[in-house]
């Protein structure tokens, strides 16, 4: 099993910037397909970044284009960490973000790629 803990939500102005944190425990999540997704009251979630281990060593991102060049998904293996760095906040962007981890390989961008889940973290975008 792996725990995941999303940290980092807030409330910020249009325009600004906030980093959300997904802690991983449970496993070493390494070489999982890691990635970010949102939702709003109503709507199904939404996939936003994705992080995928390749063979060759490296990783592939994969972004939605709703955020692509705002948003930016790294991680920190010694910490067992991902993280989601946005900029330019809108106030579209306001919802419940939520970190999940997939199988080594798994595509990034697939919903059903994710077995984990974290609990999310509310993030309000308002002037």
């Known amino acids: 099993q792996v725990q995941l803990v999303e940290s980092g939500g807030g409330l910020v102005q249009p325009g600004g910037s906030l980093r959300l944190s997904c802690a991983a425990s449970?496993?070493?999540?390494?070489?999982?397909?890691m990635g970010w997704f949102r939702q709003t009251p109503g709507l199904e979630r939404e996939f936003l970044a994705g992080?995928?281990?390749?063979?060759?060593?490296?990783?592939?991102?994969d972004y939605a284009d709703s955020v692509k060049g705002r948003f930016t998904i790294s991680r920190d293996n010694a910490k067992n960490t991902v993280y989601l760095q946005m900029n330019s906040l809108k106030p579209e962007d306001s919802a419940v973000y939520y970190c999940?981890?997939?199988?080594?390989?798994?595509?990034?961008?697939?919903?059903?790629?994710?077995?984990?889940w974290g609990r999310g973290t509310q993030v309000a975008v308002s002037s």
């Open positions: 449970g496993r070493t999540v390494s070489r999982y397909t």
């Open positions: 999940a981890a997939g199988e080594e390989g798994a595509a990034a961008t697939v919903f059903s790629s994710y077995t984990f």
């Open positions: 992080l995928r281990w390749s063979s060759g060593g490296s990783y592939y991102a």
